[in-house]
């Protein structure tokens, strides 16, 4: 099939109604067939005109029955109201029952009037969506072609993503499209079945936070009728030890994704919470820190508590601390990685936050190379901007995504959006963008294979998803937009943006 350069070209000459070249039959055969763009004959392009003509009628019936409509609709009102008078009891026998006949004959004729406003309006719909499509017809091989609605969005999204695909087959470049569009339809819908199941039992837990989870438990491995009752098990078991509820979350999930018994790691997270707090973690983030440490657990068994140790040296941020502990690589490439993405964040004008040091520690053990973080960090941040406050973290998780170029990042959250958002019922734009963030992080990521840097990391079971390949430590915590949290948390002091701590898919975030 032709590649995505020249389908480009043709359906834009489609969509402009300016078709000069001719496209190969059996290419425009395979755009019809995927519903792309439609094509009809001379005498069906004259029927359809003939057909439309009626549009005109119908609209000044619409307008007539509408009239009728007041008019009857009044009407029984009022008869409502004198057959429902206390002078109406003081009338004869004959009077009540005709002015009962009466009322009965007025809602009968309002229902017909109804009834028949209604098929005319769905005549006059279908009418016009014909009307449309005449008038998007361009001449074409003996008959005329339109984009189809589906088309145009496959414009559009072509459009963007022609930069890495300009040179593969359409056939190819399709396939992988529907199937993102599959896979997120998915997420989102085996995510709402989760939500029904923790509301339930967690209902004076926030429905953003709760809606994070939901998504977690959607991209992780597992048995789907299990991760639920394993998730509140964890949950319970937890409590004792959580300073916030941001934490116990967190380490909720963590915890209900481990193949290792949960008792056995609340007794494992009870030892590490004490060591991370003798470090100097306060309880209120102790407990999160903890769990990462579980989950960057060596295949012998140990922890990384001391490279958290050293960690924590370089940052006033106790996740960023967490995370950079647990890679599997040299401290000081991980130490060097992080400082210059720290400053090329203060050259940009940032002052010291708990953002600032959590996109860098994103970003540090992703696989962008430093040198790429600029251009495309400042546009996915230009365009979250228009919903978060605070964009930066949430820019920097989708920056991470090596694979797509800023704006198709930014095309691909627009797709999420308008998924969850399907979905999830009432939420503030900025929660529903950070939720978007985390149903799209982390996808396509075999295994992690580089935890903690002193030992052979065990193996751990990739999310769900092939669609994108994304960095291979997935499974940071991701913000959802509410207030502010007092900065006890990060060790940074003052205010900053409140975000929950969530893992999922896997411990894709």
């Not at 969850?420 to 009432?426: A, I």
Request: net charge negative; proline share 3%; hydrophobic share 40%.
């Amino acid at each position: 099939m032709s590649n995505c350069r020249d389908t480009l070209a043709f359906l834009d000459s489609v969509r402009t109604r300016n078709v000069t070249a001719t496209f190969p039959a059996t290419d425009f055969a395979s755009l019809q067939q995927l519903g792309l763009v439609q094509f009809l004959s001379t005498d069906a392009i004259a029927a359809l005109n003939k057909e439309v003509e009626g549009l005109a009628t119908i609209r000044d019936a619409i307008l007539r029955d509408g009239a009728e409509h007041a008019r009857l609709a009044a009407e029984v009102q009022h008869e409502s109201q004198r057959t429902r008078s206390i002078l109406f009891h003081f009338e004869s026998r004959q009077r009540q029952d005709s002015d009962r006949a009466q009322e009965s004959q007025a809602v009968s004729q309002l229902q017909a009037t109804d009834a028949d406003m209604q098929a005319q309006e769905q005549t006059f719909a279908q009418l016009s969506a014909k009307r449309s499509l005449l008038d998007g017809m361009s001449g074409y091989s003996g008959g005329y072609v339109a984009l189809t609605g589906l088309g145009a969005m496959a414009l559009r999204d072509l459009g963007v993503a022609l930069y890495r695909a300009q040179d593969d087959e359409f056939a190819a470049y399709w396939t992988q499209a529907q199937a993102v569009n599959r896979e997120l339809d998915d997420l989102a819908n085996q995510s709402a079945g989760y939500m029904s199941g923790l509301t339930g039992s967690l209902s004076s837990v926030d429905r953003s936070y709760l809606w994070a989870i939901a998504i977690g438990l959607a991209k992780s491995t597992g048995n789907p009728q299990t991760k639920v009752p394993t998730f509140l098990s964890a949950y319970q078991a937890l409590r004792p030890l959580a300073g916030n509820e941001e934490n116990l979350l967190m380490s909720a999930e963590i915890l209900s994704a481990s193949d290792q018994p949960i008792d056995a790691n609340v007794q494992l997270l009870r030892g590490l919470d004490s060591r991370v707090r003798s470090l100097g973690v306060p309880k209120e983030s102790s407990l999160g820190i903890a769990s990462i440490l579980l989950l960057g657990r060596r295949q012998d068994g140990t922890f990384a508590d001391a490279n958290l140790q050293q960690t924590l040296r370089l940052t006033q941020s106790y996740e960023s601390a967490a995370l950079l502990a647990v890679v599997n690589k040299p401290l000081d490439e991980l130490a060097a990685k992080f400082t210059a993405t720290r400053q090329i964040f203060r050259g940009w004008g940032y002052e010291l936050s708990e953002d600032l040091e959590l996109s860098s520690a994103y970003l540090t053990v992703s696989d962008l190379p430093i040198e790429g973080v600029g251009t495309k960090l400042a546009i996915i941040a230009r365009g979250l901007g228009a919903y978060l406050q605070y964009p930066l973290v949430g820019a920097s998780i989708l920056a991470s995504i090596p694979v797509l170029e800023a704006n198709e990042t930014l095309s691909v959250l627009e797709k999420a959006y308008e998924t969850l958002g399907r979905r999830t019922g009432p939420l503030a734009q900025s929660e529903l963008i950070c939720l978007s963030i985390r149903l799209l992080h982390g996808i396509q990521v075999a295994t992690v294979s580089e935890l903690d840097a002193t030992a052979v990391a065990r193996a751990t079971p990739g999310p769900v998803g092939g669609y994108y390949g994304g960095p291979r430590f997935y499974f940071v915590p991701l913000i959802v937009a509410h207030g502010y949290y007092f900065g006890t948390y990060s060790g940074i002091g003052g205010f900053h943006p409140g975000h929950v701590h969530g893992f999922g898919g896997g411990f894709s975030g």
